[in-house]
Nanobody, 124 residues
Framework: VQLVERGGGLVQPGGSLRLSCAVS????????IGWFRQAQGKEREGVIC???????TYADSVKGRFTISRDNAKNTVYLEMNSLKPEDTAVYFC???????????????????WGQGTQVTVSS
């Protein structure tokens, strides 16, 4: 099982980035996927997750700015980040959790497999 995040980088405040999480070794359609982030010196926090059905759960801090989507055929999940703020600076991780099809994903659940992360820096 492998998850690989891509798309991080340096962006100015107000800018956008799209992260991807490519998975291998399992069938993406059988899992909910979450995105998490950890800023330097802070605890990891849940950002957004997507259920097997495609419904999403958002952290309050990213509502209206971040969206998540999944392409099961490509075994990839995407995180679209808009109106980025300096406080969005962090290492972003994707993670998986097996669930039923109708289960609404939760950011506080016990995700099992994790990627290595990709750095996102929002700065002028």
């Amino acid at each position: 099982v492998q998850l690989v995040e891509r798309g991080g980088g340096l962006v100015q405040p107000g800018g956008s980035l799209r992260l991807s999480c490519a998975v291998s070794g399992f069938t993406l359609g059988d899992y909910a996927i979450g995105w998490f982030r950890q800023a330097q010196g802070k605890e990891r926090e849940g950002v957004i997750c997507i259920s097997r059905s495609g419904s999403a759960t958002y952290a309050d801090s990213v509502k209206g700015r971040f969206t998540i989507s999944r392409d099961n055929a490509k075994n990839t999940v995407y995180l679209e980040m808009n109106s980025l703020k300096p406080e969005d600076t962090a290492v972003y991780f994707c993670a998986t959790i097996p669930t039923s099809y109708t289960f609404q994903c939760r950011l506080g659940a016990n995700y099992d497999y994790w990627g290595q992360g990709t750095q996102v820096t929002v700065s002028s």
